[in-house]
């Protein structure tokens, strides 16, 4: 019998490998096929357009955009310096320059926001502009050595005074969280989801929709109200070279949400949520797009504090497919989880081909792998999460709670097919190496915990 089992996990194991190869073999692809924009070479500068009694820089910043479009497109400049300015617009043909020195600092004043269609939290809406905002664009970039201020603090943006205290129709107390909620348990009409005002929510920082080929690249980004950069229903993304350093509420680095052909490359992320979170829709807003996130790669980046490096949900109701994670850093004991993978029965979702290798972890704080089926504690719905096909090889970590923390069902695996191979996972702190809840279907082949050669003695399925 032993034999058997040895035979069919070998089997198991070769069949990994040879899946693993192809798929690295399909990245190549995809990230050959992803191209940047490409811009006149023609500069609008921002000062240019400035008038001496305008306060803010909104509408030179705006004015230089529209005529750079109008021009057939090129670079609108940022000059080194200070400049405060309301949130403004991205229009096609258009790289958004932040020279080395530049700072652009947006305002607090809420009243200077439009209200615009976006994505909260996987629910569609209408809520005040993000700082940066696009909408059916093309070819449009934001780059350069400057930095971009949201000026959050826990007197401004991070404040809990911001969750204002709302009557809600039964007499309830509640929040503007709330009130978006309960427009997506009664699938309200979107264009009556507008959230202004005392209802207004901490709005993205870059919020890139319906977007195509975009270029995000050298800049930094701090003090972000909410969201960092969240691409939604775009395609062909570059991020690269980007510092993503802001520790707010609900501070995530890089959320592609509905997304297709990301490339998210050789970016800090110290954030202290999810630095990258891959989405796609929330209940029944997410089964109405019904659009996954799909070949995304992340590469050479460096992750900091956060609640996992690379995450996929929780939002995640359209599904997440080839996923590629490759020569990364992650190092913090404020960083929860390496890989995390989450959503709950009423979110559902398909997660699927998730293939990561060559990480050098100094320490997580939780583990290597953290799989939540129950997210939010959410035991009963009818739309159990699937969770599959995930392979992780060649992985260093120095410290860590577990290996693998898996929070699933005890009737079904739903979460399968998943392969640890040639890691070396020093500084376990568990006796029990991994924390395994419900069914599910792990692999190891050629890995070490503690020094020691381990072999697992049960598959929970």
Not at 138 to 149: Q, W
Not at 368 to 394: A, C, H, M, R, S
Request: proline content about 3%; charged content about 25%.
């Amino acid at each position: 019998m032993r034999r058997i089992v040895f035979i069919i996990m070998t089997c198991l194991s070769a069949l990994a490998v040879n899946a693993e190869t192809d798929n690295w073999e399909k990245m190549k692809e995809v990230y050959n096929s992803i191209k940047a924009p490409v811009f006149p070479d023609r500069d609008f500068l921002i000062t240019d357009f400035h008038v001496s009694s305008d306060t803010l820089y909104t509408k030179a910043i705006n004015s230089a955009i529209g005529a750079c479009h109008a021009a057939g497109g090129g670079r609108v400049v940022i000059p080194a310096g200070e400049y405060v300015t309301a949130p403004i617009t991205l229009r096609s043909n258009v790289n958004l320059h932040l020279e080395e020195g530049a700072v652009l600092k947006f305002t607090l004043d809420t009243s200077l926001s439009n209200i615009v269609l976006t994505r909260i939290e996987g629910i569609d809406c209408y809520n005040w502009q993000p700082l940066i905002y696009a909408y059916g664009e093309e070819n449009i970039a934001i780059t350069g050595k400057g930095t971009l201020d949201g000026q959050g603090t826990l007197d401004s943006w991070w404040s809990p005074k911001l969750r204002h205290n709302i009557k809600l129709p039964d007499g309830r107390i509640g929040y503007e969280k709330t009130l978006l909620n309960e427009c997506l348990e009664r699938q309200d009409p979107i264009d009556k989801r507008i959230f202004k005002g005392s209802t207004g929510m901490r709005p993205q920082f870059i919020n890139l929709y319906r977007c195509k080929n975009i270029l995000l690249e050298d800049f930094t980004i701090i003090r972000s109200p909410f969201w960092l950069i969240h691409p939604l229903l775009s395609e062909n993304i570059i991020v690269r070279g980007v510092t993503m350093n802001s520790h707010g509420a609900n501070n995530d680095g890089c959320d592609p949400e509905s997304c297709k052909n990301v490339i998210i490359e050789n970016c800090t992320i110290d954030t202290g949520d999810d630095c990258i979170a891959i989405k796609s829709g929330k209940d029944a807003d997410g089964r109405r797009w019904n659009i996954p996130s799909e070949n995304i790669i992340v590469r050479n980046c460096v992750m900091k504090d956060g609640h996992a490096a690379v995450a996929m949900g929780s939002e995640i109701t359209g599904g997440c497919r080839n996923v590629w994670v490759e020569d990364c850093k992650m190092d913090s004991p404020n960083l929860d989880r390496i890989i995390r993978i989450k959503s709950n029965p009423v979110r559902g979702g398909v997660v699927e081909n998730v293939y990561v290798r060559n990480l050098e972890v100094g320490e997580c704080k939780l583990a290597i792998l953290g799989i939540e089926l129950k997210y939010w504690k959410v035991t009963e719905g009818d739309f159990k999460p699937l969770f599959q096909n995930i392979y992780i090889d060649n992985i260093k970590s120095k410290k860590s709670q577990y290996m693998v923390s898996v929070d699933g069902f005890e009737d079904s695996a739903q979460a399968k097919n998943i392969f640890f191979s040639n890691c070396d996972i020093q500084g376990v702190t568990n006796k029990k190496i991994n924390n395994l809840v419900g069914q599910t279907e792990l692999y190891f082949n050629n890995v070490k915990v503690n020094g020691k050669n381990y072999k697992h003695k049960a598959n929970r399925k």
